[in-house]
């Protein structure tokens, strides 16, 4: 699949799953409902601006919104240091735990 494909699935799949409509999404990016249709139908292409800004709502990352190997972004910049370490713990040790079980 090329890419423009994958990013006019993203793009619905994203949508969906955050329980909005296309105009509510349209608004948010300052486009039109029917832009953001063309988009998912593969008809046009969004500006990189909305894309990025896609990104940030749908809460993934750029390659995210291409690729279903998405990556998911937590902010945890209000947390402490410590909290955060924790946290990279956590993420480390699931990581490890999955590796194992796909052997």
């Known amino acids: 699949m090329t890419i423009l494909y994958e990013l006019c699935e993203r793009i619905a799949v994203f949508r969906n799953n955050l329980g909005i409509t296309q105009a ?29 800004e896609m990104a940030r709502i749908f809460n993934t990352t750029l390659d995210g919104m291409v690729s279903k ?9 209000e947390l402490s240091p410590k ?21």
């Open 24 to 52: 509510e999404l349209g608004k948010k990016l300052g486009v039109t409902r029917s832009a953001v249709n063309s988009w998912e139908m593969g008809l046009s292409i969004p500006q990189l601006k909305h894309v990025i």
């Open 69 to 77: 190997s998405e990556q998911v972004i937590v902010n945890i910049t």
């Open 83 to 103: 909290e955060q370490q924790a946290v990279f713990n956590m993420v480390e040790c699931l990581k490890e735990s999955h590796a194992k079980n796909k052997r």
